[in-house]
């Protein structure tokens, strides 16, 4: 009797580790569907605008976010993309830039079941109800020229995935967000 409970518990464990690593492998595979989904090149025809928009919009389905918006910090003024679907940053509302140019800014910032905190450092202007934020720079040249802002009105909680993702598509915009000496003609960088 004790071989067979041995032989059994034996089976039920390697079942379990087999179910474990098949989840494992199921979490890799979405991931890596989401990373060739955000870089996929095809969207490189696209111009200016347009481009960042479809990237964001990738990313905020990727990662079942509420609301994505791209903020540059140009020296006079902010320019703000949103993804086309999901939460809309809210027009009109324009704090200070020096409020924006925060001394952290070129740092990776987390808030989470913090509406007051998501209020007070967002640069985009997210409606009442948003919990959850994930700032990211985006930088070129060394130099933080916007930020990447991600929101959720729920407070779940970010994977590593998740945020590893956002610094892609952080790097990959960057390319797109104008410089102060172009902002008025117009061109894309």
Request: aromatic content about 4%; some cysteine; hydrophobic content about 45%.
């Amino acid at each position: 009797l004790t071989t067979l409970q041995e032989r059994e518990a034996a089976a039920s464990a390697s079942a379990r580790a087999f179910e474990a690593l098949q989840d494992d492998a199921e979490t890799a595979q979405r991931e890596l569907a989401a990373l060739r989904y955000v870089t996929d090149p095809a969207i490189n025809t696209l111009s200016g605008n347009e481009f960042v928009g479809e990237v964001l919009e990738r990313l905020r389905g990727s990662i079942e976010a509420d609301g994505i918006a791209l903020v540059q910090l140009n020296r006079f003024r902010r320019s703000v993309i949103c993804a086309p679907g999901g939460l809309q940053c809210q027009r009109g509302i324009q704090r200070p830039l020096g409020e924006i140019r925060r001394p952290d800014a070129s740092r990776t910032l987390m808030l989470h079941n913090d509406p007051a905190g998501v209020a007070e450092v967002s640069a985009a202007g997210w409606p009442e109800g948003v919990t959850s934020l994930i700032s990211v720079p985006v930088v070129r040249g060394g130099a933080t020229m916007a930020v990447m802002e991600v929101v959720n009105r729920s407070g779940r909680r970010a994977t590593e995935a998740e945020i590893a993702l956002v610094q892609v598509v952080a790097a990959r915009v960057a390319g797109f967000v104008q410089e102060d000496a172009y902002a008025d003609s117009g061109a894309v960088a």
